[in-house]
Each structure stands twice: as C-alpha cells, then as structure tokens.
Nanobody
Framework: QVQPVESGGGLVQPGGSLRLSCVAS????????IAWYRQAPGKERELVAA???????NYADSVKGRFTISRDNTKNTVYLQLNSLKPEDTAVYYC??????????????WGQGTQVTVSS
C-alpha cells in the first residue's frame, strides 16, 4: 500500500506563496497520474492541478497562472507551487497518487491533507 504524505501548508497573507510537497512511500513500480485536490468548508472536493507521467499538466481555471504542479519521479514526489494566493484558496489540500504495482495493477491512494489558510 502506497501512502502519500503532504507537507508545506500553513497560514499566509493574501498575495503570498506556499509550496506544497507530497511524498509517496511504499511499493511503487511506476507512478501514473498525480494530482492535487482541495476541499473548503461546506464545499465538495475539487481538482486543483494534475500531472501525467509524461508531464502533461491540467489546472482548474481558478488557479491557472498562479499555481504550478511538478513532479520528481526519482523521489516519488509531487509539488504544488501556490503564488498570488487569495482568501478563496483557503482549503485542505489533498494529494492523489496513481501508480502501478510490480504486478501491473493500477492503483491509487489519497494523502491525509494539509491545511492552507489565506488571511490577513
């Protein structure tokens, strides 16, 4: 079982920046799609950004031009750079890791989440 662990969340003022990291530990043969989702209080979880194993990226319209997703397969790590943060970016950010096991099974798992709060 692969367990993603997020870090890097915190309290930041509007206009500030944060860098989230997600390390996937466990038995991974090859990573597949990795993504960041977020969930604000009273709202559904939504996709923020995703990156394929060919480094193709996809962003929610609300974060385009402000957030950047990247990955380091040698470290089984995905990053989310958050710039020009707004109060509406406040949410718990979750890492989603898709991967292949050594037997060829396509699996996935979620991290526990990291809180991002944007407030003055």
């Amino acid at each position: 079982q692969v367990q993603p662990v997020e870090s890097g969340g915190g309290l930041v003022q509007p206009g500030g920046s944060l860098r989230l990291s997600c390390v996937a530990s466990g038995s991974i043969f090859r990573l597949n799609v990795i993504a960041w989702y977020r969930q604000a209080p009273g709202k559904e979880r939504e996709l923020v950004a995703a990156i394929s194993n060919s480094d193709s990226t996809n962003y929610a319209d609300s974060v385009k031009g402000r957030f950047t997703i990247s990955r380091d397969n040698t470290k089984n790590t995905v990053y989310l750079q958050l710039n020009s943060l707004k109060p509406e970016d406040t949410a718990v950010y979750y890492c989603y890791v898709g991967y292949y096991s050594s037997s060829g099974s396509r699996l996935s798992n979620w991290g526990q989440g990291t809180q991002v709060t944007v407030s003055s």
